[in-house]
């Protein structure tokens, strides 16, 4: 009969995912791993499969997350320009804040990794689709309401503003100057413009 974990999984993912939002893939050890989640490297292997995996679990985690909130931040019932400018606008306070300088942790990703490890950007990838299409999903509610030209590209739309969020939360790293990240986000609603 197989012995029970005796660890919560979800907690362990959560703060190897802290670890690597962290450090970064290649500066974060098995060591630090292992501190962070409170497993052996045996029990890490065992329930993660060594690194790399851990790191995909990771990233599906936060794609996750992110999924929700952003369904949660245009699910409001206002227009969707709002409910957008609304998301990017508490994205914007947790960078000034300080707690939003670490970044995307799949942008992060992109960054790190993206000349040397194709199946992480891969997942990168599913993982930017997936929230992409959250926006889409959302955009094309709100053009059905006649809140967006009936003849816009809702896809590139999405598109955009995924991209623009990365841009945004990437410029914040540097330079977290409230005025300098509304400006950009300024720019980057008036897509969404009628």
Not at 16 to 34: R, V
Request: charge should be positive.
């Amino acid at each position: 009969m197989a012995r029970p974990r005796e660890f919560e999984v979800d907690v362990a993912l959560e703060r190897a995912m802290q670890a690597f939002w962290a450090k970064g893939y290649k500066a974060t050890s098995l060591d630090d791993l292992c501190n962070a989640t409170g497993l052996s490297r045996s029990s890490l292997y065992a329930a993660f499969g060594g690194k790399r995996a851990l790191l995909h679990r990771s990233l599906a985690r936060y794609e996750e997350e992110s999924v929700a909130r952003i369904n949660l931040a245009l699910a409001k019932p206002m227009p969707v320009r709002e409910a957008v400018a609304g998301f990017v606008g508490e994205m914007i306070e947790r960078i000034v804040a300080g707690p939003g300088r670490a970044g995307c942790f799949i942008g992060n990703c992109a960054a790190e990794l993206a000349g040397h490890d194709r199946a992480t950007v891969a997942r990168v990838r599913q993982s930017l689709a997936r929230i992409e299409g959250t926006f889409c999903d959302a955009l094309t509610r709100a053009q059905a309401r006649g809140e967006i030209a009936a003849d816009a590209d809702v896809a590139s739309l999405a598109r955009f503003l995924v991209s623009g969020i990365q841009g945004l939360r990437l410029v914040g790293k540097a330079n977290p100057d409230r005025a300098a990240l509304t400006d950009i986000a300024a720019i980057m609603l008036r897509c969404l413009d009628p």
